[in-house]
């Protein structure tokens, strides 16, 4: 199970950092990544990170202003947004997988958190 939180509504400029616990012993044999979805659009890879975090993977448009980072004792990855924009708004959704280095298709799904900024 995946429990995400830490959204909320910021204003442009701001920064947010969102948390994703998984409740499983085997946290670290699983890559996790971060996925939004806008309303009336599909959803969309944001980030990904590996098994043990050496490795980082994000979309264009968020580059240079998320950092996925992960802390495998407490279970937990996290996605820190700075200069949010307002096309950040979105329902975010993290996910985990055996596989790393994907942008779709995860098997496990976390249930989303909500992240507004307004302009």
């Known amino acids: 199970q995946l429990q995400a939180s830490g959204g909320g509504l910021v204003q442009a400029g701001s920064s947010l950092r969102l948390s994703c616990v998984a409740s499983?012993?085997?946290?670290?044999?699983?890559?996790m990544g971060w996925f939004r979805q806008a309303p009336g659009k599909e959803r969309e890879f944001v980030a990904a990170?590996?098994?043990?975090?050496?490795?980082?993977d994000y979309a264009d448009s968020v580059k240079g202003r998320f950092t996925i980072s992960r802390d495998n004792a407490k279970n937990t990855v996290y996605l820190q947004m700075n200069s949010l924009k307002s096309e950040d708004t979105a329902v975010y959704y993290c996910?985990?997988?055996?596989?790393?280095?994907?942008?779709?298709?995860?098997?496990?799904w976390g249930q989303g958190t909500q992240v507004t900024v307004s302009s």
């Open positions: 499983t012993r085997a946290f670290s044999n699983y890559a």
């Open positions: 990170i590996s098994w043990g975090g050496g490795s980082t």
């Open positions: 996910a985990a997988d055996r596989v790393a280095g994907l942008r779709s298709q995860y098997s496990y």
